[in-house]
């Protein structure tokens, strides 16, 4: 996909508009959509914007969304919709603030966003979590565009061979995906916020195990640590445990340098191939 081909970024599909007190308007853009409905990581885009905005009207300093979580009441459509806010409080360093997404008159979607502001040169003190060793991009598997995925034309995904067998029909007994994900929107490189998009940019790491269709994600829980550096990213999504139809995953991302700048959970309904309730 070339750069004149992208129709829109993912900052102009994220935008809001303010239409009164603690009230913003949007335009869920078709874009980001995963067979029609749009992606989780992108609607907490749409409504870390709107909790940005509130933020700044009631005279917030902060300029990152640290901390969000995102509960998936109903899948909007694509179209004109409107953020209700609520700031919750103001700090000296966060700030609170609670947004729901509404279509039509019904709440689609509705978040609890910490803000904050994160430093270019923050130094790490300690950490667990270490990037995954992954095969060199011109040894991954390229994702197609599929016509049903239209996420896939705004996202670069190389899947690491390890995790990708799914891709050519060939199951696996580990629940992960392992790649590299650049954001094919025209921006020059990640920043603090587009991570909320890639916190759920993965493929379900129950494709690898052999699940169907659409995965929806229930609630998602995402964490913005540091200013990521560079284009590309290294992410790990893996599976906690599938149970009752539900699957509880968690997602790692590394930035350029090797550290970690990101990091999700999500609990998402899942379905298999004649599986018998």
């Known amino acids: 996909m070339h750069d004149e081909e992208i129709t829109q970024s ?67 459509t694509a179209g004109p919709a409107e953020l209700v806010t609520e700031v919750r409080r103001v700090g000296r360093g966060v700030s ?10 019904a709440v689609t979607t509705e978040s609890l966003v910490t803000l904050g502001t994160l430093r270019p040169d923050s130094l790490v003190r ?22 049903e995925v239209k996420l896939m034309e705004v996202v670069d995904f190389r899947l690491d061979p390890s995790s990708a067998g799914w891709l050519s029909g060939v199951p696996t007994d580990r629940g992960e995906v392992l790649g590299w994900l650049r954001l094919n929107d025209g921006a020059a490189s990640w920043d603090a916020w587009s991570l909320l998009f890639a916190s759920d940019g993965l493929p379900p790491g129950t494709f690898p195990l052999g699940s169907s269709g659409w995965v929806p994600t229930l609630q998602l829980t995402s964490y913005v640590r540091r200013i990521p550096v560079g284009e590309w990213l290294r992410a790990r999504q893996w599976c906690i445990v599938i149970a009752d ?22 609990l998402a309904m899942v379905r298999f191939p004649g599986a018998v309730r």
């Not at 913003?24 to 029609?36: E, F, K, M, R």
């Not at 609170?96 to 008159?105: K, R, S």
């Open 10 to 76: 993912l900052r102009d599909a994220a935008a809001v508009e303010p239409l009164s007190d603690g009230r913003y308007s949007v335009a869920i853009s078709d874009a980001y959509t995963v067979l029609g409905r749009p992606n989780g990581g992108y609607l907490q885009c749409v409504l870390g914007s709107g909790a940005l905005a509130a933020a700044s009207d009631a005279g917030s300093n902060h300029v990152h969304v640290t901390a969000i979580t995102t509960n998936y009441v109903a899948a909007p």
């Open 96 to 105: 609170f603030v609670h947004v729901t997404l509404v279509q039509d008159g």
């Open 126 to 147: 300690y950490a667990d979590a270490s990037a995954p060793h992954l095969a060199p991009l011109e040894e991954c598997i390229r994702r197609t565009v599929d016509e």
């Open 245 to 266: 139809d539900t699957v509880d995953e968690r997602c790692e991302l590394f930035d350029e340098r090797g550290e970690m700048v990101g990091s999700s959970s999500q």
